[in-house]
C-alpha cells in the first residue's frame, strides 16, 4: 500500500488511498473475481520482424481472404479471466496487466521515493487529449508540470518519451516526489496512474517483483506464439479478430469493459517483436478486428499508436452503434485506404455515416466494399490540401543592408552565442514574448514527432490561452536581464544555414515609420524596420537516431539605439513557436513587368544617378517622372528618398506608378 502519512498532497480526493479505484470507471483498477486463473502454455515464438517477411513481396493486403474468424457469435460476455486453468491468484492477473505495460492500478504498490528522477504515467491513451496531433503528450506534460507546482518552488519536467500506453517524464528527484502525488488525478476525463520507476522496495516488494516478472515473460510468450499464429505474412495482415474465442490468449470472452484493459498489453507484445519502427510498418499494413464486441474504438485506441500506417482495417461484426463511436480514430491512419463495417448498428442507425468519415481520411477508397473514390480522386484531394491558397513572394525591402546583417548576425548568434546577441542588439527597454501554438495545421505526408514543449509552457504568452491581464505581463519580458534568463530556460538550437538552405526561409523586410526616438529629438518618431522570419531549427533529440525538429515564426522591430548606446536596437521580438511542418514555399508567376526599368533611365542623367533611379523605380514602381521628382527633392540621396516615399505613396496618384499601383 502507498504510504497515507504523506499529508501534502496539493489538489485531488482526500483522504483516499492512491491505490483505490472507483467502480465503473474506464482504465480502473484490477477487480476481484471468483473465477479461476488462466491457463499457460509455450508454443515457440512469434515471426513478425523484418527477417520474416524480407522476402514478401509488398502489396496493399486483402482483408477478406486472410486467415478466417472463428465464428461471428454474440461477445457480449462479461470478459475477464476464464475458469480452470493454472494461474491462480490476483497477483498472476496483477502481472499480465501491470507487467506487461497495461495501464493498471497496482494491488501492492512501492512507497513514494524521493530518490527517483523518472516516473511512469498511465492514462493518457484513454484520455481527450489522445486524440491531439501529438497525442497528447504535450498538454499532459503541462498538466503535470502546472499540477505539482506548488508555493515556493517550480517543477520542471527536463524530458518525456513513450513507452507503449505510458508516458516516462524524467525530472529531479523532488519534482518527482511532487508529481508522483498527483497519482489518480483526473486529466482530460482519464484517470491517471503514476508510479516510480526508481522507488525503494521491500526485500518482500522485490521477490513479488521477480516472481511477477517470471510470470509476465512466460505470458508475453505464450501471447507472441498466438500472434504469429494469426500473421499473414502474404497479405502483410494481422488478424485480432475473435479473440475471445481464442484459447491460445485464455480470455473467455473480450467485452467492451476487458478489451480496455487486456488490448493495450497486446499491442505492447506486438510492439516488443520489432525494433524499429519502418520494419513494423512494412510487416503490417492490414489489421481485423472482427468479431470483437467493440463498441467505441477508444477501447481499442492503442492500435492506432502500434500501426498509425494502416492502409487496411476491418472492424466488421462489432457493436459500433454511432458515428461517436468512431471519433477516437478521427485524426488518425491518415493512409487508410479500406475501411469495413459490415453488420454493425452505425450501417441501419446512421446511414450517412459514410460522409463524415471520408472527411476523416483523404485516402479511403473503399468503405464497406464499395468504392467510395478513385486512386485519381485521392491524388487530387492530397494535392488540393498540399496546395492551397497561393502564396506570393516575400517582401524584403532593405535599408542600407541594416536588416541583412542583422538577420544573419541573429541565426549564429542564437544559435552559439545568446549573450553576445543580446549585447549587441537588445537594451534595458526590449520587449520579447513567446507564444505557443500547438493547434497549428501540420503537413500530413511530413510531419515529424513533436519534442516535449516543457521547456517553453511556463513563459508562453499566447493570448488566446492566456486571458487574465496578470499573467499577460507576467510573461511579457522587458530589458536585457530578463530576456537573457527567459532565453537560459530554452534548449539549445541549430537554425538551418542561409546560404545553403535557403528553402528552409521566408523573410521578409520593410521600413517601419514612426518609432519612438530614443533621443527625445523628434516628437513624430524615428525610422526603423519590421523584419518576419518564418522557418524551423533543430533541437537536442532524446536519441541519436531522433531529429527533433521546431517550426517557428519570428517578428522584430529594429530602431535607432540611444545616444550612446548600442547603433540599432530591438524594440521588439515576437517568437512563435508550433509543431514541425514544412514551410508552403512561395509561388512564382511568369508575368513580366511592362517594361524594365533600365530601358526607362534617360540618357541625360549621370551614370550614377542612372544606377540610384533605377534602384528606386525597381523598388517602388513609380514612373520615371515621380521617381526623378522624389530623388531631386532628397538630393539623390536614395535612403532619403525611399523614406519619403513610404511616408507619402498613400497620396500618390495611380499614374505615379509604372502599373498604376505601386509594388
Known sequence: MLDNRITSVPRGPRHGSPSTRTGGTRGGGIRKRTSGPVKVDKDGDMVMGAEGVANVKSGKGDIGTAAPSRGRGNMRGRGGITRGSNLGTAKARQAILRGIGAQQANIVEPRLSTSGTSAKVDGLHMSKAASNPDGGVESLLAFLERKATGTGRTVKITKSHRKGTAVIVHASPEDITEILKLNNFTFAGSVLSIEAIESGLSSRGQDEKKAQSKETMELKGKWAAALSKRYDANHKLLNLSALGQDPDFGLEKLSAQSSTKIFPALMVV??????????????????????????????????????????????????????????????KFRHLENLILTNNPIVTQEPNFGNEVLQWYPKLQMLNGVLVRTPEQVAALINAVNSPIPINTADFRDVGQVGENFIRQFVNLYDNDRAALLSNYYDNQSVFSLAINMS???????????????????????????????????????GVQQIQSMWSD??????????????????????????????????????????????E?????????????????????????????IPIRVISDMMTLRAHSPLALPSYTNTQPQAKASQLIPNDLSPEQQFIAKQLMEKTGMTLEYTRM????????????????????????????????PN
Open 490 to 535: 530554452f534548449p539549445a538550437t541549430r537554425h538551418p544555414n542561409l546560404e545553403t538552405q535557403s528553402d528552409k526561409y521566408i523573410i521578409e523586410c520593410r521600413p517601419q515609420p514612426g518609432l519612438p526616438d530614443p533621443s527625445g529629438q523628434s516628437p513624430r518618431g524615428v525610422d526603423g524596420l519590421l523584419i518576419t522570419i518564418h522557418g
Open 630 to 661: 522624389c530623388l531631386q527633392e532628397t538630393s539623390w540621396d536614395l535612403a532619403q528618398a525611399y523614406a519619403a516615399y513610404e511616408a507619402n505613396k498613400s497620396k500618390l496618384p495611380p499614374n505615379a506608378f509604372i502599373t498604376g499601383v
Open 537 to 565: 531549427f533543430e533541437e537536442p533529440a532524446q536519441s541519436p537516431a531522433e531529429i527533433a525538429l521546431r517550426s517557428f515564426s519570428r517578428s522584430f522591430v529594429l530602431g535607432p539605439g540611444a545616444p550612446g548606446g
Open 270 to 331: 506486438c510492439d516488443d517483436q520489432f525494433t524499429k519502427a519502418h520494419e513494423k510498418r512494412r510487416a503490417i499494413i492490414s489489421v481485423s478486428l472482427a468479431n470483437n464486441s467493440i463498441d467505441d474504438v477508444r477501447n481499442v485506441n492503442d492500435l492506432a499508436v502500434s500501426f498509425p500506417h494502416l492502409q487496411n482495417l476491418d472492424l466488421s461484426n462489432n457493436n459500433i452503434t454511432s458515428i461517436k463511436s468512431l471519433e477516437g480514430w478521427r485524426r
Open 440 to 478: 497549428a495545421p501540420r503537413d500530413r505526408e511530413h510531419s515529424s514527432p513533436i519534442p516535449p514543449w516543457a521547456a517553453y509552457t511556463k513563459h508562453s504568452r499566447n493570448l488566446s490561452k492566456i486571458t487574465m491581464p496578470g499573467p499577460r505581463m507576467n510573461r511579457r519580458y522587458v
